[in-house]
């Protein structure tokens, strides 16, 4: 229920996944839905033992609105697996500038034997073609900037749709776009329910995993061994840091925001602040990212879209040219003046 990282037991550390399976009689109603913002829900209990299990079950066992290097630590150690998500747009970037083919298309093709039409799948370099063609568009016709960046947003988002479409764990696999808009036009589901069976692929999810766990692997070692570098420059101010104490458990400064032991606080507190915001932002935008919130990932994907053509009618040329004289204007009345 909480996003939290740094617990400590690691020991005690477990994982519960609950799969649901959902029947809907008109899934665009459920897409619609996402325009709505969540309502509150307020929880009351009547002793202070019930609000204390409520908070740690909604919080987490660790506050980590308080101040204390555990908890710095703690947001730290998250930021670091959240930036996992480069590692699906470094495998786009590869597979964008070496022409590696990642589009299936089916294509029909004439059986002879047989006189009839069987359809084969052929991988084609589509995005690496799309990107070939737009620079070259855009380097001859620089107006058009506004209109390829707001395609980039949506190109983006269908890059790593279409990676996670391919996730052998049938599980993690991303509901694909058309489905969305096939939906969002109709009402109803493009294929009707999924059945997935017991162990399904499961030789390639097990070699799918031991090769991201083996990645991870190595950018761990690789940051450690420029960590253990930093350490080595740190170690006066680590031992300063020890005699004062770690304040992961306890909160030795005056509630009301009076006097504190830690002479540290009065930095620290607001890097821990701003580490929760960041945080934050990045767990919602990985989230968008890699499909985890595909409806909110396919407006957006959607919406960046037809921003793009509806841009690509207005006259940047013309709206730059004469927005760059007012201001040139303006500035040489002032110099006159």
Not at 65 to 72: Q, S
Not at 217 to 241: I, T
Request: proline letters at 4%; a neutral charge.
């Amino acid at each position: 229920m909480f996003e939290q990282k740094y617990e400590k037991d690691p020991s005690k550390h477990c994982t519960i996944t609950i799969r649901l399976r959902m029947e809907l009689d008109d899934e665009r109603t459920l897409l619609l839905s996402n325009f709505n913002y969540p309502s509150m829900v307020y929880v009351n209990v009547d002793n202070k033992k019930d609000f204390r299990v409520l908070n740690q079950t909604i919080i987490g066992n660790v506050d980590l609105r308080r101040y204390g290097l555990g908890n710095i630590n703690a947001y730290v150690e998250e930021l670091l697996d959240l930036l996992t998500v480069y590692y699906f747009l470094e495998d786009g970037a590869i597979s964008l500038f070496l022409w590696r083919s990642s589009s299936i298309i089916p294509i029909p093709l004439l059986d002879l034997r047989n006189f009839s039409l069987k359809w084969v799948d052929l991988g084609l370099p589509l995005h690496s073609i799309l990107a070939f063609l737009c620079a070259t568009r855009i380097i001859e016709h620089p107006e058009l900037i506004p209109t390829y960046s707001l395609g980039c947003i949506a190109w983006l988002l269908i890059v790593t749709m279409e990676m996670t479409s391919h996730n052998p764990n049938p599980w993690k696999r991303s509901k694909p776009m058309s489905k969305m808009v096939y939906s969002l036009i109709v009402g109803k589901n493009a294929t009707g329910a999924q059945t997935i069976k017991p162990n399904e692929n499961l030789d390639a999810l097990t070699e799918h995993d031991k090769k991201w766990k083996q990645r991870l692997k190595d950018a761990e070692e690789k940051a450690a061994k420029r960590a253990l570098e930093y350490a080595k420059e740190q170690e006066e101010y680590l031992k300063q840091m020890e005699e004062i104490g770690d304040e992961r458990d306890t909160d030795i400064s005056t509630k009301l925001g009076g006097f504190s032991v830690d002479p540290t606080k009065r930095w620290l507190l607001p890097i821990q602040e701003w580490l929760g915001i960041i945080c934050e932002w990045i767990r919602v935008l990985k989230n968008i990212i890699i499909w985890e919130e595909c409806y909110i990932s396919f407006w957006i994907a959607l919406g960046s879209f037809l921003l793009s053509i509806i841009s690509y009618f207005i006259p940047w040329a013309f709206i730059t040219r004469w927005a760059l004289r007012i201001i040139g204007k303006f500035f040489n009345s002032s110099i006159v003046i």
